[in-house]
């Protein structure tokens, strides 16, 4: 059976080219033709000589997600629809579709890839939660989002690259495949993205906060708070009963973050739910102590009974955390009208035009 080579790092390489009987050098070579060139077929390989190509296409494979759909935004953005996985079952990784969100703007790139197929998490905002977990990806399928999505829009690529691990799932219950992936990702001799620049969200899985705590090579780190009490964060993240505020804002304390980082906040900010002034004086009380700047991300309307916060509620819950020096922006989801916005990958079909490819 042929090896996926996606995915894979240097030292994992170097043994199948030792299994090939073939020089350790080459494991170097092909990680930089995977990653840093992003070359998918072996014959594109020029700096191998044919006979190894050869030999590469009949022991190996490398298989991105194929592009099923484009759903372009009248804002720039692209959201796409992968597919995944192998029908011919055996230890190949199940077939799943997952999206990815491509958004161009200011001089730079962002890319929302997935680290599950669905979610397990159940937010009760998130479209996404209504799919349930399919599956975990694989290393190899969550960096090769991003190399996907830079290959399509190659024509128009910011020398600045952000990647937010913001899809469906949540990363650290993904752990080992996730952290495998922003590996690559952070690497100079791979995708080379700086750490300030990879982003992983979570909903506030403590232990894998704890854990990334101890690693080396690291994204930034964002939380998904979404609430200013317990009672109101058990309603809408049920993860909450698990690890409440108390226990999740210690993890936070505890943290060692390097000097000038931050922790990222997220609070999706919902009509009458969690969006009243004294909302806003909560979540600051709850942040002492903790480096922290605040997104506040209007609730975008979806299939749920939830309504969008006024205008002036988000102005005032920005003015008060501010005003307690809390860094605080208004980040408006972008790719609304093709569901690509936060809390809204849910492999939804839209009216929208789209580019089918298939
Ligand atoms: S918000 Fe994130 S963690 Fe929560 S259900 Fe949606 S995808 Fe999962």
């Not at 994992?12 to 299994?19: P, S």
């Not at 995977?34 to 296409?57: D, I, K, Q, V």
């Not at 108390?246 to 980082?261: D, K, M």
């Amino acid at each position: 059976m042929p090896v996926e080579l996606l995915g894979k790092s240097v030292p994992e390489l170097r043994e199948f080219f030792a299994a090939l009987g073939e020089r350790p050098y080459r494991a170097a070579q092909l990680y930089h033709a995977l990653y840093a060139e992003r070359r998918f077929t072996f014959s594109a390989m020029s700096n191998f000589p044919a006979a190894l190509r050869g030999r590469l296409a009949e022991e190996a494979r490398i298989t991105p997600p194929r592009v099923l759909r484009r759903f372009p935004s009248v804002d720039g953005s692209i959201r796409y629809l992968f597919s995944i996985g192998d029908a011919a079952g055996g230890d190949r990784p199940k077939p799943a579709q997952i999206e990815s969100v491509f958004m161009p703007r200011d001089g730079r790139q962002t890319i929302c890839v997935s680290t599950q197929a669905g979610c397990a998490v159940d937010c009760h905002f998130c479209l996404t939660a209504q799919l349930g977990l399919i599956r975990n990806l694989t290393a190899g399928e969550i960096v090769a989002q991003v190399l996907v999505a830079l290959e399509e829009n190659r024509e128009q690529l910011a020398p600045q690259t952000n990647v937010v691990l913001m899809g469906q799932g949540e990363p650290l219950l993904n752990y080992d495949a996730t952290m495998a992936a922003v590996r690559i990702l952070l690497d100079p001799k791979g995708v080379a993205l700086a750490p300030r620049h990879v982003t992983l969200s979570t909903s506030g899985i403590v232990p894998g906060i704890e854990r990334l705590a101890q690693e080396k090579i690291r994204p930034s780190l964002a939380i998904s708070l979404n609430a200013s009490s317990d009672e109101q964060r058990d309603a809408l993240m049920p993860i909450n009963r698990k690890y409440p505020l108390a226990v999740l804002l210690e993890a936070c304390r505890n943290y060692p973050l390097r000097p000038r980082e931050y922790f990222t906040f997220e609070y999706v900010l919902i009509g009458g739910v969690n969006d009243t002034p004294e909302d806003a004086r909560r979540v600051v009380r709850l942040l002492a102590n903790i480096r922290a700047k605040m997104n506040l991300i209007p609730w975008n309307p979806g299939n749920l009974p939830y309504r969008a916060p006024t205008a002036e509620s988000i102005e005032e819950f920005q003015r008060i955390l501010v005003g307690k020096g809390v860094p605080t922006f208004v980040r408006y989801s972008r790719g609304q009208d093709v569901f690509a916005a936060c809390g809204q990958l849910a492999l939804m079909e839209t009216p929208s035009p789209f580019v089918a490819l298939q």
